[in-house]
């Protein structure tokens, strides 16, 4: 509403401002990474559209914000799949659904960048520019959001030409519209209808660039409960909780584990203190090889994982500023993007959104019990070898 006319102004007058994307480019970006980005569909969710309600004036670390970890994990099969498995819904859904904070991670393949988690290459066609370019027709039809895109190296080096390749997608002249160009973080009404880098990497390899996007390439501790990062030119800080190999030979002490670790970071950022800092807290995690990131989300049929602990802290602070809050599985609960927004859900109710917990999990099938064990037995070395030749971390 108080936004809207001066879109709609706007858009009368954008085509003389700035040269929209070329449509059979945007065709050819969809269709590489469909298996990721999903078919493109227009939504006229509410969730699809959250950010209207804000002010411009709003600034980011006083949001709350549904996120997904490891986002494009999400059509994963074959060995290792329990553990490289993070996400059951492509991203146009998830941003449909009122995610607003992606993680993306990324490697060198061929002189490309492609989309990866660990060393699993999660898609054979599909490059960053593609995912980006998916992201610039969603922001097309909800010019009121933004949307923060991690980005980390996962598979190989942070080399100079990995650099060079990102830096230009998000700086170049057709595209740079799309970007906010700063190394702040900006207002709402500066950001809308423009994605926010947030840099797991350093520009480092590069001369003579202006950097942008929220430099978080140093001081990420590795799988950590609680610690912070500066950034930008007057020291404003992350406050991040990315503690992911939690620990427990069992579903009910990995998740008590985690759930510490989440619940110490979301009391902080629900505190008055801090009001300038963004907080950053991931839900997701798994416990070496006997807790899967689909069990600690999803939890089985007699225990809760993750998601439903995190669904009852959020509810039990309606309308907190809980920062940005990273789910696995995003799509197996409709409640949490509304619990993290501050909207009333219902706890009693079954999670709808997937029919059941993942059955791809090893040695926990219900229905192929015996079956399963005998055959994880034989698999388990092989899956051991194969999850730390992934290297899967965060
Ligand atoms: C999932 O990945 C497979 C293999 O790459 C692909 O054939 C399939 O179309 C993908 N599924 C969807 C829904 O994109
Ligand atoms: C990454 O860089 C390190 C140190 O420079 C080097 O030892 C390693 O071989 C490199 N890895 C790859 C995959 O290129
Ligand atoms: C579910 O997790 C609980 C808690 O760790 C465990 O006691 C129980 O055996 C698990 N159930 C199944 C079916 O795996």
Do not use: C
């Amino acid at each position: 509403m108080r936004i809207l006319p001066s879109l709609s102004f706007f858009s009368l007058a954008l085509p003389l401002l700035v040269a929209a994307l070329d449509e059979s480019q945007m065709q050819a970006h969809l269709a590489a990474a469909s298996g990721l980005l999903g078919t493109w569909e227009e939504s006229s969710d509410a969730l699809a559209g959250w950010m209207s309600n804000q002010p411009d004036s709003t600034t980011f670390p006083t949001l709350s914000i549904p996120g997904t970890h490891d986002s494009l994990a999400w059509n994963v099969t074959g060995i290792a799949a329990a553990f490289t498995k993070t996400q059951d819904l492509p991203l146009f859904k998830q941003l449909n659904g009122g995610v607003r904070f992606i993680d993306l991670r990324v490697g060198e393949n061929n002189g490309m960048i492609q989309l990866y988690h660990g060393a699993a290459l999660l898609d054979t066609t599909a490059q960053l520019a593609d995912i980006f370019w998916g992201l610039y027709r969603w922001l097309d039809a909800h010019a009121t959001e933004t949307v923060m895109v991690s980005v980390k190296v996962d598979n190989g080096n942070s080399t100079a030409s990995l650099q060079q390749t990102i830096y230009d997608l998000v700086t170049g002249q057709d595209v740079a519209q799309y970007w906010v160009q700063s190394t702040a973080l900006p207002t709402l009404g500066e950001a809308r209808h423009k994605a926010i880098l947030l840099r797991r990497f350093a520009f480092d390899q590069l001369q003579n660039i202006t950097p942008i996007g929220i430099d978080a390439s140093s001081g990420w501790a590795d799988n950590n409960a609680q610690f912070q990062i500066q950034y930008g030119a007057n020291g404003e800080t992350l406050y991040i909780e990315d503690f992911y190999n939690v620990g427990g030979n069992d579903l009910e002490s990995a998740v008590a584990s985690k759930y510490l670790a989440l619940s110490a970071n979301l009391d902080i950022a629900t505190s008055a203190q801090h009001p300038d800092g963004l907080f950053i807290s991931f839900v997701s995690g798994y416990s070496g090889i006997s807790v899967t990131p689909s069990q600690l989300a999803q939890g089985n049929n007699t225990s809760p994982g993750m998601n439903s602990r995190a669904l009852s802290y959020l509810a039990g602070k309606q309308g907190s500023r809980f920062g940005v809050v990273l789910f696995d599985f995003f799509g197996s609960d409709s409640r949490l993007a509304p619990a993290t927004l501050g909207q009333s859900v219902d706890l009693s109710a079954t999670p709808s959104g997937a029919a059941s917990p993942s059955t791809t999990s090893i040695g926990t099938s219900h229905s192929n019990g015996a079956h399963l064990t005998t055959a994880s037995s034989l698999l388990f070395p092989i899956v051991l070898l194969a999850v730390s030749s992934l290297g899967i971390s965060l």
